[in-house]
């Protein structure tokens, strides 16, 4: 009798495919997937498919376009206003990514350890500018960088007259002064991931770096800094989306200018699409950024990964 | 190497009193053992001794200097924590050197002190790996090491076995111990373990509750505890208690209870004894009834649990709803929960407690 029943057993196990966990849906789990995948698909994969078919094209929005094959991804390397933007992009990085990790870090760390009263009120104050809407912090901050707004008063009542100036109408300065604006609205959230991160580091390692003799600067670089290393990761990669991405600060504040000195890759395919009729030009410029975007996280994950061995 | 000494050391967190008026001194090249339970203040004094929590009161001296305001990297001791703290992004080699480095020792003279230090715990062929790529005894040994290579005055280790396995936590502690005679640096050992402390102290300090309820070598410790405390804490299965009414008669001390009566010839020095007191039993004083191997008894009772454990065996009795022992037998005895059995206590082993504070009177 068992030589007749085990074969079958056998082929049952077999006939089950990939092991599922107890009581573990089978292909039902697609059915529940299959709404969000269908919202997903309509709002955001079929215009990604049809703005991909758009940039072969050279179209005006309104009479037929004309296929033009690469011609609209080659402007990337031939077209300056295409090159400056992704080149103020990278400026942006500084302000948007790195100034906010720095200081955040700094603040993260000094919070953590420091033991003062009020710590949560400091906490929620330095997080206020990441959950104002952009729109708002831009406005904001226009008024405040205007000729005679209050930074401009300021610099005035402290004798520093001669350094005040049309911030955002600044060929020089317009840039950085947008920058400094996405500083001061991405520090406070790498502040509170780091704080994250610091209150999951074992506090055994702190006292064993204390016990072994490193003093704060030490502690910071043998503890906390490796401890962070996804949290770093997770705020290198959001906050460079952040400025590659970058449009309503630019468009509020200076709507890319003076000139083009604050335009930016995204500024610049909706004054293509929207102002200047190049839809084909402003689709390749979209979908070159999205693919950068990939790139770059890619290789931020990469690259933080790598350490770890 | 230096001696340590607490000197009517409290330490307040907020309204809880973790460590009340400790006073020890731990000679030089001595390992004491700081036992108790969770919330004995055994790691707070640890603690305080490293220089990771203040003092409320008193003071702390690491051979003749007072430490209380110094920094733990001022003080010259070395710490094994628990998890073991090792860095995870630095490999085993780096965890060693990193305290020296911290101290500005010479390069030749850090690996030098690496390499006899891994030769010592047996790590040498680990000096490359990073701590994720080791097994809980490796990295328990990383630790070590790391306290090894510093050379301090003070080793403080913080229940370095805890997170091992039962067979490594053995090994581990008599490699422990051995390396500590060795190097002869003293040594303030923390656990709740207390065959950790048995078996590794020189000498123990029993606490609970932050109070210091009794220091002595293990032998004196398990023979003589000062209080009911100390001796239900150490000893492995515990001491059993029972209140009994206590009658001095003509040369001997009656026990009375629930109709047991159990005579024993009342030894010289034994102070006047209160009408009821505390008696603590241990478990291999008390054994299955015989005529005429000279046990006190018999005492009935009702078997609750029968525990084998191959090279012995230990029952539950209960010979009152208050009155529970716990009865040595032989390995192959037999017995089965609810079967009536009788058992007799050795006289000179039981411990008799003032039922008030609870302190030893003494052996009868």
Redesign the interface.
Same mark, same amino acid.
């Given at each position: 009798m068992d030589d007749v029943v085990a074969p079958v057993a056998l082929e049952a196990v077999r006939r089950r495919g990939p092991e599922r966990l107890p009581g573990e849906p089978r292909a039902v789990g697609y059915l529940f997937v299959a709404p969000a995948f269908l919202i997903y698909a309509a709002f955001t994969l079929v215009p990604l498919l049809h703005a991909v078919n758009l940039s072969f094209f050279e179209w005006d929005g309104l009479t037929p376009g004309t296929f033009v094959g690469l011609r609209n991804y080659a402007a990337f390397f031939t077209d300056p206003l295409i090159r400056s933007s992704y080149g103020h992009t990278l400026v942006l990085i500084v302000f948007f990514s790195f100034l906010p990790i720095t200081i955040g870090l700094l603040l993260a760390a000094s919070l953590s350890r420091i033991r003062i009263r009020g710590l949560t009120f400091f906490r929620t104050i330095l997080f206020v500018p990441v959950i104002i809407t952009n729109v708002v912090v831009a406005v904001t901050w226009a008024w405040i960088y205007a000729p005679d707004g209050p930074l401009n008063a300021f610099l005035r009542a402290i004798g520093l007259g001669h350094v005040a100036r049309a911030w955002l109408g600044d060929f020089t300065w317009a840039l950085p002064s947008v920058g400094l604006v996405g500083t001061w609205g991405e520090f406070g959230f790498c502040m509170i991931l780091f704080i994250a991160g610091i209150m999951k580091i074992?506090a055994?390692?702190y006292?064993?770096?204390?016990?072994?003799?490193?003093g704060p600067v030490?502690e910071f670089l043998?503890?906390t800094l490796?401890?962070l290393?996804h949290e770093l990761t997770v705020a290198l990669v959001l906050t460079v989306i952040d400025a590659l991405s970058t449009f309503d600060l630019v468009y509020v504040m200076t709507s890319g200018g003076p000139g083009t000195a604050t335009s930016v890759p995204a500024f610049q395919v909706y004054s293509r699409a929207f102002l200047t009729n190049q839809v084909g030009s402003a689709a390749a410029i979209g979908i070159t950024l999205m693919l950068i975007v990939f790139a770059v996280t890619f290789g931020i994950t990469r690259l933080m990964e790598r350490?770890e061995? | 190497m230096a001696t340590v000494d607490f000197d009517h050391v409290t330490k307040r967190f907020g309204e809880v009193l973790a460590l009340d008026d400790f006073t020890l001194h731990v000679e030089d090249g001595e390992f004491i053992v700081l036992v108790g339970p969770s919330g004995s203040g055994k790691t707070t004094a640890l603690r305080l001794l490293?220089?990771?929590e203040s003092l409320t009161a008193g003071s702390i001296r690491i051979g003749d200097r007072v430490v209380d305001r110094l920094?733990? /990297?001022d003080r010259d001791?070395?710490?094994v924590?628990?998890?073991y703290?090792l860095?995870?992004?630095?490999t085993v080699y780096e965890n060693l050197a990193?305290?020296l480095k911290?101290?500005k020792t010479p390069k030749d003279e850090i690996r030098r002190r690496v390499l006899r230090a891994a030769e010592i715990l047996g790590i040498g062929d680990l000096l490359d790996r990073?701590p994720r790529a080791l097994s809980g005894g490796q990295r328990q040994r990383v630790a070590l090491g790391?306290a090894i290579v /510093?050379q301090p005055q003070v080793f403080l280790m913080d229940e370095p076995l805890s997170n091992l396995d039962a067979k490594l936590r053995a090994q581990t502690r008599s490699e422990i111990k051995r390396i500590q005679s060795e190097i002869g640096t003293t040594t303030v050992y923390v656990t709740h373990d207390q065959v950790e402390a048995m078996t590794m102290g020189d000498r123990i300090a029993v606490m609970n509750r932050g109070v210091l309820e009794q220091v002595g070598d293990p032998r004196t410790v398990y023979d003589e505890p000062a209080n009911v405390f100390v001796a239900g804490f150490i000893g492995s299965p515990a001491m059993s208690f029972s209140r009994m009414r206590a009658e001095r008669r003509d040369g001997t001390v009656a026990l009375l209870r629930d109709g047991a009566l159990l005579e024993l010839p009342l030894p010289g020095g034994l102070p006047r004894l209160p009408d009821e007191v505390i008696v603590g039993v241990r478990p291999e004083h008390a054994r299955l009834w015989r005529e005429g191997v000279g046990l006190v008894g018999p005492i009935e009772g009702v078997v609750e649990y029968v525990e084998m454990l191959g090279r012995e065996t230990f029952i539950g009795v209960a010979a009152a709803p208050e009155a529970r022992f716990i009865v040595h037998a032989d390995p192959d005895a037999r017995g089965a929960p609810d079967e009536h059995v009788r058992f007799g206590l050795e006289p000179g082993r039981l411990y008799l407690f003032e039922p008030e504070t609870e302190r030893a009177l003494g052996r009868v």
């Open positions: 074992p055994s390692l006292e064993a770096a204390r016990v072994d003799g490193a030490r043998a503890v490796p401890g290393r350490g061995g | 490293a220089g990771l920094a733990p /990297r001791i070395a710490m924590f628990q998890d703290a860095y995870p992004q630095m990193f305290g911290m101290r990073k790391r /510093r």
